[in-house]
């Protein structure tokens, strides 16, 4: 039986959010304050936490909605360095996910979905299911990723469990 589109984003995507609403709950009730986690980034110009988080909620909802669209610009608004909004905005974004029927995305197959940077000169072609697949996984996986390191490196106790979160295991 072939994957749908839908099986090879939404589900996933869904997951990643949850767990890194998990981070931050660990975040919380660390003894790190939030001014210490909101300005932390890996390396001298890379973005900071609050970003990290941004992004990956702009390349799992506001990918969907960019494929609704044809069309995604990124999100230069300034984000919330406010840990407890960071998850409520994540939760959000999963619920919203959670209401998407398989048929809604199917649907999508083929379509047109520009990546527009006008700013920067940058207009990318894609369908989608290689918008979703090839540039906006990828992305949403680089900050999910980024996110939890940084949170590691300021010393948080967190592993590979926090990181993938609620795993989708086959039900015996």
Known sequence: MPISLYDATVPTMIQMLGAVQGL???????DISEETIASACLREGMAPFP???NWMIGHSLGAIEAVRKGEMTPDTSEPTTELE???LNLGAAENK???LSIGE?????GQPVRFVMKARGVDI????????LSFSQPNFFFHATT???????????????????QVRAAVE
């Open 24 to 30: 931050i709950v660990k975040a919380k009730d660390s």
């Open 51 to 53: 970003r990290q988080v």
């Open 85 to 87: 909004q960071m998850r």
């Open 97 to 99: 996910l959670r209401a």
């Open 105 to 109: 995305l199917e649907s999508f197959v």
């Open 125 to 132: 072609p894609f369908t989608a299911e290689q918008f979703l």
């Open 147 to 165: 996110a939890y390191a940084i949170l590691r490196q300021l010393g948080l106790d967190i592993g590979k469990v926090d990181y993938l979160g």
